[in-house]
Nanobody, 124 residues
Framework: QVQLVESGGGLAQTGGSLSLSCTASGRIVAIDTMSWYRQAPGNQRDQRELVAEITSSGRPNYAGSVKGRFTISREDDKNSVSLEMNSLKPEDSAVYYC???????????????WGQGTRVTVSS
C-alpha cells in the first residue's frame, strides 16, 4: 500500500499565493504521472477538475484556467509533487487533491493513489 499526504493550502486573498505539496510513502519503485485535481464546493467526486500534471520525464500540463499562474514540480528522490499557486482568484477556491500513478514492489501494473485533500479558500 501507498499513502499520499498533502500539506499546504489555507486562506489567501485575491492576488495572493499559496503552495501545496504531496508526499508518497510505501513500497514505491517509481512514480509515473503526478497530478493535482480540485473539487469545487458543491461538486461531486466525479466532477474533480484536473489542475496540473507532470510526467515522469518532467513535462508539465496545465488547465487553461491556471496556465501562467500555477507551477507544478516534482522531486523524485522525495516521492513528492508541489503546486505553486500565484495570482489567486476566488474561483480557485476548492479542495485540492494530489494523485499519483505508482509502481510498487511485487505489483505488475501502476496503481492510482489519491491524497486526502487540502482546502484552498481565496477571498475577494
Amino acid at each position: 500500500q501507498v499513502q499520499l499526504v498533502e500539506s499546504g493550502g489555507g486562506l489567501a486573498q485575491t492576488g495572493g499565493s499559496l503552495s501545496l505539496s504531496c508526499t508518497a510513502s510505501g513500497r514505491i519503485v517509481a512514480i509515473d504521472t503526478m497530478s493535482w485535481y480540485r473539487q469545487a464546493p458543491g461538486n461531486q467526486r466525479d466532477q474533480r477538475e484536473l489542475v496540473a500534471e507532470i510526467t515522469s520525464s518532467g513535462r508539465p500540463n496545465y488547465a487553461g484556467s491556471v496556465k501562467g499562474r500555477f507551477t507544478i514540480s516534482r522531486e523524485d528522490d522525495k516521492n513528492s509533487v508541489s503546486l505553486e499557486m500565484n495570482s489567486l482568484k476566488p474561483e480557485d477556491s476548492a479542495v485540492y487533491y494530489c494523485k499519483m500513478e505508482v509502481r510498487e514492489r511485487l505489483v505488475p501494473l501502476p496503481q492510482t493513489y489519491w491524497g486526502q485533500g487540502t482546502r484552498v479558500t481565496v477571498s475577494s
